[in-house]
């Protein structure tokens, strides 16, 4: 039988740990669809297109730490760099 003696649930961790979630997944998918990006520059780039991969593969990284820190808008860093390496693609492969 219940003894009624177990804690109300904490609805505001709740809420955050949710949200901290969904901003890790938005940064995640974004920085993974970068990811695609860069490897089609090392792949079908030549010279230039390897070299702008890499720098856009650590300028990934470090916007997907900011985009984690920032939170909620935490994924318009990593949206950013996304453009950005899409454009060199087209420029470069």
Known sequence: MSDNSAPAMD?????????????FSKVGTVAV????????????????ATVFGWLMLIATLVAGSIGLALGAKGWVPSAAVFVLTALLAILTV
Not at 12 to 23: L, M, P, R, S, V
Not at 33 to 48: D, M
């Open 11 to 23: 609805y505001e961790a709740h809420e955050a740990t949710y949200e901290g979630f969904i901003n």
């Open 33 to 48: 669809l970068n990811i695609v990006l860069c490897l089609i520059l090392f792949s079908f780039g030549g010279t230039a």
